[in-house]
């Protein structure tokens, strides 16, 4: 599969003049940088880390200023002073092994790899499942040709990411590989008594002809010794590389801790006839935020994106999208649901951008959100960006609360109101979650729902 980049069609991945700007404009950034700065080895990994490390330096963190972070204040992540994470051994840590990937799983334990924890026996020949550090010379070459090499690179969290490197979780099929076992990568953290940063890393590339099914997790889990739930950072990048008529269904849940601050991209590139599904699940973190950014690199490429937010508290969620098609033929179809109580803000903002040459493009995009609280609040902003003549294309978004009259009608049938608003939640949610492709994910995300009590109170 060969690499193919379109000038800048994603969102905040403009090149910084490195000769026009000062060095270390950000003292805070500069701060972070040097706490997830890994020791100098030799080789191409290191040249990446320099690269990417100067493109940090000359940048600065976005503020509300900037157009594609206005409703997400930074500030309360600029107050924190965080540290590197120690290594530790967390074999007794106890988490969700999903019975679908019980031997086909990597686990990463506040960014760093757990073999312990991790099981890959149950794989088929023609795909690796290893982290980086475990690959062989000759596949680490192959990596090299894709690793950090996805548009947008430069975007100044993503580049932070990259300047940390040390480790990542790597899957890799073959050439016309079927892959029936889905993947599941795991990554936990554990929080401490001072708060840290970590850096999770994953590069899949999936060749031509080739399928397989990816469960990305981010989760927070405690100690068996009793503890408060700490502040830490989670900066996370994953790059999705779908060959000629390759299939990826990648379901991304994000469950992090109630004091915790998230950032991951996925940034996927989409090769001809190719299908791409993401679900992506946001529930977790005191602030979080998810770029999802698709590029087309050829025609007839087919890409699915169905998210769902539930959020509640003082959460704030954001969801920024950016669909580059193209090439001629290509179809998309996004559907992004948000659930939001108490004083919780969700955000989305989707792009679809359709170039003249992109002709005969078929694009839909829907955001719909429903409000529990009358403080809860939802900034929404659906975005075509067509220059082609000869498309099909489709947007729209909706905010509105649960219906008085369908919360009566259940009453009216002897169901209590708490249950009847339940009921509706639950419904509203399950559009989504019963997308995703592995049953027992699908049950743990519906009983979490579920019990989520703090929605149904305004």
Same mark, same amino acid.
């Given at each position: ?58 940048? %600065? ?61 149950? !794989? ?7 982290? !980086?550090?475990? *690959? ?7 990596? =090299? ?9 430069? &975007?100044?969290?993503?580049?932070? $990411?990259?300047?940390?490197? %040390? ?12 892959? &029936? ?15 840290? @940063? ?15 099914? *990816? ?76 770029? *999802?950014?698709? !590029? ?13 937010? @539930? ?23 996004? !559907? ?21 040459? #992109?002709?005969? %493009?078929? #694009?839909?995009?829907?955001?719909? $959100? ?12 659906? =975005? ?16 509105? =609360?649960?219906?008085?009259? &369908? @919360?009566?009608? *259940? ?18 949610? #399950? ?16 009983? %979490? ?10």
């Amino acid at each position: 599969m060969s690499i193919q980049v379109s000038p800048s069609p994603i969102p905040n991945s403009n090149l910084v003049s490195l000769t026009s700007t000062l060095l270390d404009k950000d003292t805070y950034l500069t701060e972070l940088l040097n706490q997830v700065t890994a020791p100098k080895t030799e080789g191409w990994l290191q040249e990446l880390r320099q690269s990417a490390a100067n493109w940090v330096r000359h940048s %600065t963190i976005p503020t509300t200023r900037d157009e594609e972070w206005r409703f997400t204040d930074l500030s309360s992540l600029r107050k924190v002073q965080f540290n590197n994470v120690e290594t530790r051994n967390f074999a007794s840590l106890q988490f969700d092994i999903l019975p679908e990937a019980v031997n086909s799983r990597l686990v990463f334990v506040n960014g760093v790899f757990a073999p312990e924890l991790s099981a890959v026996s149950d !794989l088929p020949s023609g795909i690796v499942v290893s982290n !980086l550090a475990g *690959l062989s010379a000759v596949e680490q070459e192959g990596v =090299q040709q894709y690793l950090a090499q996805a548009e947008g690179a430069q &975007e100044v969290f993503t580049a932070l $990411n990259t300047a940390g490197i %040390t480790d990542a979780a790597v899957v890799w099929v073959k050439k016309n590989v079927i892959v &029936e076992t889905p993947i599941h990568l795991v990554f936990i953290s554990v929080a401490g008594e001072t708060a840290t @940063i970590s850096q999770p890393r994953c590069l899949v590339v999936a060749e031509s002809g080739s399928q397989v099914s *990816l469960v990305e997790e981010y989760v927070a889990l405690m100690l068996p010794t009793p503890q408060e739930e700490g502040v830490y950072f989670t900066n996370a990048v994953t790059e999705i590389w779908v060959g000629d008529n390759a299939e990826v269904s990648h379901t991304r849940v994000e469950r992090e801790g109630a004091e915790a601050f998230h950032i991951g991209k996925t940034a996927i590139a989409q090769a001809r006839d190719s299908r791409y599904t993401c679900h992506a699940i946001t529930l977790g973190a005191k602030l979080s935020r998810h770029n *999802l950014e698709i !590029l087309q690199t050829g025609e007839q490429t087919q890409t699915t994106l169905n998210g769902l937010t @539930i959020i509640s508290g003082k959460q704030l969620s954001d969801t920024h999208s950016a669909i580059a098609l193209n090439y001629p033929h290509g179809t998309s179809d996004q !559907l992004h649901k948000c659930i939001v109580g108490d004083r919780a803000h969700a955000v989305f903002n989707g792009k679809v951008l359709v170039p003249k040459r #992109a002709q005969l %493009t078929n #694009a839909a995009q829907l955001n719909r $959100n429903l409000l529990l609280s009358s403080k809860a609040r939802v900034d929404t902003k659906p =975005q075509l960006e067509i220059t082609a003549d000869n498309v099909k294309c489709a947007h729209g978004a909706t905010v509105s =609360q649960l219906e008085d009259d &369908e @919360i009566f009608y *259940l009453q009216s049938r002897g169901i209590d109101e708490n249950d009847a608003r339940k009921l509706l939640i639950n419904a509203f949610a #399950a559009e989504v979650i019963n997308k995703i492709p592995v049953p027992s994910l699908r049950e743990i995300l519906l009983n %979490t729902v579920n019990n989520l009590k703090s929605l149904t109170n305004d």
